[in-house]
């Protein structure tokens, strides 16, 4: 069994990052306004309301 870690080094670039921007609060901050802004919270409440309805009438 070869227990040398070269062969490693061919998937060492799924650990690799690189971080543009490291403010993680203000990019979730960022997404949540632009979730609210853009509407697509009516759209997901919407498919919940209507998805809850479906499932409760397919129910027996």
Known sequence: MDLSFHHLM???????????????IG??????NNFIES???WAMLTGV????????????
């Open 10 to 24: 061919d998937y060492s670039f799924f650990f690799a990052q690189v971080i543009k921007d490291p403010d993680i």
């Open 27 to 32: 990019q979730i901050t960022d997404a949540w």
């Open 39 to 41: 509407g697509q919270v």
């Open 49 to 60: 309301f209507f998805g809850y309805v479906f499932a409760n009438f397919t129910r027996f």
